[in-house]
């Protein structure tokens, strides 16, 4: 399962960058992106298609990991090293990426749940938080 996952997303990615996100860049109604992380023990970078909740500058992202007990890797990517690359259609962003405070994530969640529903339902699969990653500009 986990082999074809990543030819998926291997697939996914190259299509999307291809198309400048014309192919890819949405997941149903939600918009898509590709975040490139470096890989914690690996120090490669690590190319995921994930939704996203545009906020202003800022991009949103969910960990959500379909519900699993357990972080999804890019998100324990990013921890280790939060500066990370988010492609958006065909523009390529320098970001750096946090996890939202308790206030940042009430307010962030409904509006990632409004834009894709299965949120919540990976939230009631899970007895962890799932957690909202804030992706801003990275400063100059």
Not at 6 to 27: E, K, P, W
Not at 56 to 64: P, T, W
Request: net charge positive; glycine share 10%.
């Amino acid at each position: 399962m986990r082999q074809a996952q990543r030819a998926f997303t291997g697939l996914h990615s190259r299509i999307y960058r291809l198309s400048g996100g014309r192919i890819g860049g949405s997941m149903g109604s939600a918009e898509a992106v590709l975040l490139t992380t470096v890989g914690r023990k690996s120090g490669t970078p690590r190319v995921t298609p994930l939704t996203v909740v545009p906020d202003g500058d800022r991009l949103i992202l969910i960990a959500s990991n379909g519900g699993a007990q357990k972080h999804p890797d890019w998100y324990l990517n990013l921890t280790a090293d939060p500066d990370v690359v988010v492609q958006r259609q065909s523009k390529v962003l320098q970001m750096r990426a946090r996890t939202a405070g308790p206030d940042e994530r009430a307010a962030l969640w409904p509006k990632a749940v409004a834009i894709y529903g299965g949120y919540a339902g990976y939230q009631r699969k899970t007895d962890r938080e799932i957690p909202v990653v804030i992706c801003e500009p990275r400063p100059a």
